[in-house]
């Protein structure tokens, strides 16, 4: 399972440099203060920023943004929607459609 961190329901993922990064590796690409600060939502975590000038973005967990997103660390790659959303087994049907395939097959077959 994906740690998270900081507040409720948890921070799993930052956003930064038009990628989405797991905690961990936010931390090794820009160090661990300003993640930290980021996450906690410090007074001040506005100051810093990624390698673009971008402010940080945290991700929280249940987001829709994370559906099929991986982290964007190419030795990580750890998926960062939860392990049972169903986003993974057809990332198409969320990039494309906008809807997550729910295993209720039968409603988008047949029937049209
Ligand atoms: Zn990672
Ligand atoms: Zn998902």
Not at 68 to 89: F, K, N, Q, S
Request: hydrophobic content about 35%; overall charge negative; proline content about 8%.
């Amino acid at each position: 399972m994906l740690e998270a961190f900081g507040l409720w329901p948890g921070v799993v993922a930052i956003a930064a440099d038009a990628e989405m990064y797991c905690v961990p590796c936010a931390k090794m690409l820009y160090g661990e203060e300003p993640i930290e600060a980021v996450v906690a939502g410090e007074p001040g975590y506005e100051q810093y920023t990624d390698h673009e000038g971008n402010p940080f973005t945290v991700v929280l967990r249940g987001s829709e943004s994370l559906h099929t997103m991986h982290c964007g660390a190419v030795a990580c790659r750890i998926p960062l929607c939860d392990e049972w959303c169903p986003c993974y087994l057809d990332p198409e049907q969320w990039n494309q459609y906008g809807r997550l395939p729910d295993g209720r097959k039968g409603e988008y077959d047949g029937v049209s």
